[in-house]
């Protein structure tokens, strides 16, 4: 294999040496002068694609921008040579990740075969020839991001050195190999609505897998759900009910459930609870898909920021879509036995009593809860995911099932502990019309809370919230395992 590097056609930049050995602080400098076009001090994105052109390597503007922006810590615009260096470390640390999970034999080769096994778990089927000519391609077309080869020698495989050297100016930032394996959006249904929906490689949108996929995080959710539907029935009675003059616990609230309506009753709410499922996964990830686009994103996978927004925006159409079913959701909970014979005769008992503006009732906390949730969310996944693949992640991005269900369960919890006064407003926002005594604002409603049963009225019903969290984290993923299999979702 040749000894030059990405940053290799610095004579005596060996690749090795790139982020190890003695001389690395020496070498990394002459490579960051060379770089500095301007010899300010900084890398800019004028300096980048002119210094990167005299080491013979090519990049389009939008790749050169992409590399600034993530080296960029400070947001000053360049790259100066601590923020250049951690940049290229990690960059590496994520190519090492993807060479090793791609080199199934452990040979330090990725050849034909392994290129088609890789792509077999994809769920892409490909003959050994067009293994081959992708491996004899130099950026002919993006197979599968970052599978851009250069084979440099010749044969038909690529080393370590040439796959390091051809990607590490190249801003794959968030590798679809990493990606596959933290999904967790699809795996876990912690009862909450208000979840970013998970990146899905370009393979998998061709591939019609996507729709598997979703299919059993839907099907997960639905058994989930169902299983923890009495500790649900139970907060929305705590949440709209509980108050320091009527402390409703745990044990007590059961008993009262049970002895009012039966076993049978716990389950109030459970049936639109799962019926929301479908439409309002369909219609967030459209939309998802359709505003990644609208973003001007071509990426096939997003920076933490453009999900955040591009998540939010899809939580806030998806939620708007089935909103009344979610208020239908609150007064089938909280009614009494006898009160309405089912979810359309409650819809009905709506109309002709309040009229159809009671179908949004709640509408803007729970809007507004869509940012905390999905904010926190998002940062403390994101979080864990690095610091577990900085710490531990040598052979393999795959960080088992423990480690992911517990970043996922972790992240969603503290997602839903942030929202959750806006999720008590709305509740009992939903439930007004049904209750005795005036009309509530959101603001009114807020300050009625705080005056008469303090900030902790604002958590009402956070106990049994969290008991379902461990058995629905554990039902949905054991249910969405099983039907992956029989779905024909190809596993890693």
């Known amino acids: 294999p040749s000894g030059s590097s990405s940053v290799g056609l610095l004579p005596g930049l060996s690749p090795g040496q ?49 590399i600034v922006k993530a080296g960029d810590k400070d947001l000053d615009g360049q790259l100066d040579f601590e923020e250049f260096v951690h940049y290229l470390r990690d960059h590496e640390k994520k190519l090492r990740l993807v060479f090793k999970s791609l080199d199934k034999k452990n040979d330090g080769q990725i050849d034909s075969q392994e290129i088609m096994q890789s792509l077999r778990d994809l769920g892409i089927n490909i003959s050994e020839e067009q293994a081959e000519e992708i491996l004899k391609r130099i950026r002919m077309g993006q197979i599968w991001t970052p599978v851009l080869y250069m084979d440099k020698n010749g044969t038909m495989s690529i080393d370590w050195d040439e796959w390091r050297d051809y990607h590490l100016l190249h801003p794959a ?63 929305v009675m705590m949440q709209v009910h509980a108050s320091k003059n009527n402390s409703m616990r745990i044990t007590g609230g059961f008993l009262q459930m049970i002895r009012e309506g ?42 933490i920021t453009e999900r955040f927004v591009s998540g939010s925006l899809a939580g806030a159409i998806a939620q708007s879509s ?35 503006a009671a179908f949004y009732k709640g509408y803007v906390p729970n809007m507004l809860g869509i940012i905390p949730y999905a904010g926190i969310d998002l940062a403390v996944y994101e979080t864990l995911k690095n610091s577990w693949l900085q710490r531990f992640a ?15 369960t972790t992240s969603s919890t503290c997602g839903q502990l942030a929202s959750y006064p806006l999720a008590l407003v709305r509740t009992r926002m939903q439930a007004q019309a ?10 009114s409603l807020f300050r009625h809370i705080i005056r008469t049963e303090g ?25 969405y395992e099983s039907l992956k299999i029989r779905l024909g979702v190809q596993s890693k």
């Not at 400098?29 to 300096?47: E, H, M, P």
């Not at 049904?434 to 603001?443: A, C, F, L, V, W």
Request: aromatic share 6%; hydrophobic share 40%.
């Open 18 to 66: 790139l982020c190890g050995g003695p001389e690395q602080e020496h070498r990394l400098k002459v490579l960051f002068q060379i770089l500095d076009v301007n010899g300010d001090g900084g890398i800019c994105v004028n300096d980048l694609s002119i210094g990167l052109k005299k080491l013979g390597v090519h990049r389009t503007e939008h790749e050169v921008r992409k």
């Open 173 to 235: 930032s968030n590798i679809p190999e990493i990606i596959l394996y933290w999904k967790h959006s699809t795996i876990l249904d912690v009862g909450e609505s208000l979840i970013v929906p998970d990146e899905f490689t370009a393979e998998e949108l061709q591939s019609g897998m996507w729709w598997r996929h979703l299919v059993a995080g839907g099907g997960a959710g639905a058994a989930s759900r169902t299983c923890t539907a009495p500790l649900d029935r139970l907060k």
């Open 262 to 303: 039966g076993v049978r009753s716990l389950w109030r709410g459970n049936g639109i609870n799962v019926i929301k499922i479908a439409p309002e996964s369909a219609i967030k990830f459209m939309a998802y898909e359709q505003i990644k686009r609208l973003i001007g994103s071509d990426q096939e996978t997003l920076g």
């Open 322 to 356: 089935i909103y009344p079913m979610e208020v239908l959701k609150t007064r089938l909970a909280l009614r009494r036995t006898g009160q309405y014979s089912g979810i359309v005769d409650c819809a009905k008992h709506i109309i002709q009593k309040e009229s159809v």
């Open 394 to 408: 040598t052979d393999s991005a795959d960080p088992g099932v423990f480690v992911l269900l517990a970043c996922g």
């Open 434 to 443: 049904s209750q005795e005594g005036p009309q509530m604002s959101m603001t």
């Open 455 to 479: 900030p902790t009225g604002l958590y009402r019903g956070l106990a049994p919230n969290f008991m379902k969290v461990i058995p629905s984290v554990s039902i949905s993923y054991v249910v």
